[in-house]
């Protein structure tokens, strides 16, 4: 008896039905999905339905449910997870973290198992490059996002578990819809826009990523389904690591070609699409060649997004090579090809940029900007007058004067200013930012340095605005202090000493959240209390918020916590707390 949790998500579905051939299936169902679970489970030859939740003590069974079942399960592939890279950190913890915790205690209590095949993901290598082995899960990467944190920390726990338990971990490439029907079960993001293109009479150029070679490493849920089935039957497998996903991705080039000279010849209004030069050896599969395999041992693959280096699979495994197809004469695998391309121009919100066709100098994302940042790539520029960047502005920022005569409409700083800032070095990289998408300061300032003859600029041009709204902080400087304090009086200040210095004495009105206290995560330790006893403004996300305390390290970790409590202008003073009471005297 095989137990399977995720339903009623299409993979889940989809590995229950390749399962189902081979003994009783039971679906792990949460309530308000019991009646559409027990409708699936009634196409399956001997399968029946369990109300539960795996993010709960026992599944959320009923003790004599819990005591039956772990009595009588052989099998475990647990498929739940929650994908969503902009859900809160806590859901994320509950679902992807702490339900697998519970699905590995519910393993050991099973008396008669004999296997536990976990979906992970390839996104587990985070921010590494390079060749990645199936073997290999903690090498010092970080995260682009929380979602792929957590399934890093799952896959750890099922990795400890694995002298216990006889686990086999699967990490799938990015999960598309069938590769016949082109049915997928969440319709939404890129797949709405892709809908959107088809129905639509406007004409919408849609560029491929990069100069069109990029290459698009995505596997149908059927395929990963069946792969998957394989693998949790074969007992070579037990202990170790899989990656599922395309050998030989095509480029994003190849794929285009054939759907977009389909859907022109049908004269649909997505004919706008633009292909590049197509490769008219790319027939009508995702990739041009050998099928997508699977490995058996633990062997190197490709980077961490793009598996392209794998070694010849074990060829008892499936993979008949008509089961990945993209383009189709059905509108579901036209759907399925601009969602692929849609999602590897910008796989989240992080990695957006404003995208203007008539922009005069590049753009960079908030990842990118991060990732500038933490290497210290590029010199950072705030394109804002000194009182603006004096009260919030991006840390590592610097600023300089304006241009004499300009009128503030018309403001842009001083080039001469800056060549003296950077000793008139022009090629040095350049990142500026001002107020937003609808702000001209960087693009006036941009435009200016490119005809001075500076060699490398390029524009964080989502601003300050979408800075803070995707959970980063600002700095403020001791000058602004004084005006915030007098001329805001809805502020609230955070003092993150301890309760006893705290005491002795602070700032007017301050509020105390010792750093102490504050724990990294949503809705945990001090910060939880903070808000229940209104120490952070509850009744307003948008309230300035100013952080403080005997050290900048102190205070920016404190302030960057609270911006993940979803409160959307927080700064905090690099300086000591008795430079901030001097300031403000």
């Known amino acids: 008896m095989v137990l399977v949790t995720g339903f009623p998500k299409l993979l889940a579905r989809r590995v229950a039905d390749a399962l189902a051939p081979r003994g009783p299936v039971i679906l792990l169902a949460q309530e308000q999905h019991a009646d559409q679970a027990a409708d699936f489970a009634a196409t399956l030859p001997q399968a029946r339905v369990l109300t539960g939740d795996v993010a709960s003590m026992h599944l959320g069974l009923s003790t004599a449910e819990y005591r039956d079942l772990s009595s009588e399960c052989t099998e475990i592939v647990h498929a739940e997870e929650w994908s969503h890279v902009g859900a809160d950190q806590s859901t994320l913890e509950r679902v992807n973290i702490e339900g697998t915790r519970t699905v590995l205690e519910f393993a050991q209590d099973c008396r008669k198992l004999r296997r536990l095949t976990h979906f992970s993901t390839v996104f587990v290598s985070g921010d590494r490059v390079g060749v990645i082995a199936e073997d290999e899960l903690s090498a010092g990467q970080t995260f682009r996002n929380f979602y792929e944190q957590s399934k890093f920390e799952a896959e750890l726990l099922v990795r400890r578990a694995m002298g216990q338990i006889p686990c086999t971990v699967l990490r799938p490439a990015f999960i598309v819809g069938d590769s016949t029907t082109g049915e997928i079960d969440r319709f939404e993001g890129p797949y709405t826009v892709a809908a959107l293109l088809l129905s639509t009479r406007l004409q919408v150029p849609l560029p491929l990523p990069g100069d069109g070679v990029a290459p698009l490493n995505v596997v149908p849920v059927d395929f990963v389904a069946s792969a998957a089935a394989a693998i949790h039957h074969d007992p070579r497998a037990v202990g170790r690591t899989f990656h599922i996903v395309d050998p030989n991705p095509s480029s994003s080039r190849r794929v285009a070609a054939p759907p977009v000279s389909r859907v022109q010849a049908d004269g649909s209004p997505a004919e706008a699409a633009r292909a590049g030069e197509a490769d008219t050896g790319a027939a009508d599969g995702v990739r041009h060649g050998e099928p997508p395999q699977l490995l058996l041992q633990p062997q190197h693959a490709g980077g961490p997004r793009w598996h392209r280096n794998i070694l010849s699979a074990h060829r008892e495994l499936p993979g008949p090579a008509d089961r990945v197809r993209a383009a189709r004469a059905q509108q579901g695998g036209v759907i399925m090809f601009l969602a692929i391309l849609l999602l590897s121009a910008a796989t989240d919100v992080f990695t957006a940029t404003l995208a203007e066709p008539s922009a005069k100098t590049a753009e960079i994302s908030t990842q ?52 003296r800032l950077l000793q008139e070095r022009k090629d040095t990289a350049l990142v500026l930012y001002c107020n937003g998408p609808f702000c001209g300061k960087s693009k006036r300032l941009s435009e200016e340095l490119a005809s001075a003859g500076y060699t490398n600029v390029r524009r964080y041009q989502l601003g300050i605005p979408v800075w803070r709204a995707l959970g980063g902080v600002t700095q403020i400087e001791a000058d602004a202090l004084g005006r915030i304090m007098r001329d805001d009086r809805t502020a609230v200040f955070i003092d993150v000493r301890s309760a006893d210095e705290f005491a002795r004495g602070s700032v007017q009105g301050a509020r105390n959240i010792p750093r102490s206290l504050v724990l990294q995560g949503k ?47 927080v700064s905090f003073f690099p300086g000591s707390t008795e430079e901030l009471q001097a300031a403000l005297r």
Not at 536 to 550: A, E, Q
Not at 551 to 564: G, K, L, N, T, Y
């Open 368 to 419: 990118e900007l991060r990732e500038i940042l933490a290497g210290k790539s590029a010199t950072l520029l705030d394109a804002r007058p000194r009182a603006e960047y004096a009260v919030s502005h991006i840390p590592g920022a610097l600023n300089v004067a304006a241009k004499p005569g300009v009128a503030a409409s018309a403001y842009v700083s001083d080039v001469a200013e800056v060549g």
């Open 523 to 569: 809705d945990v330790g001090e910060l939880k209390k903070a808000k229940d006893d209104n120490r952070l403004p509850n009744t307003d996300h948008n309230t300035r918020i100013i952080v403080f305390g005997s050290s900048a390290d102190d205070a920016r970790f404190v302030a960057e916590q609270i911006a993940r409590e979803a409160f959307h202008n």
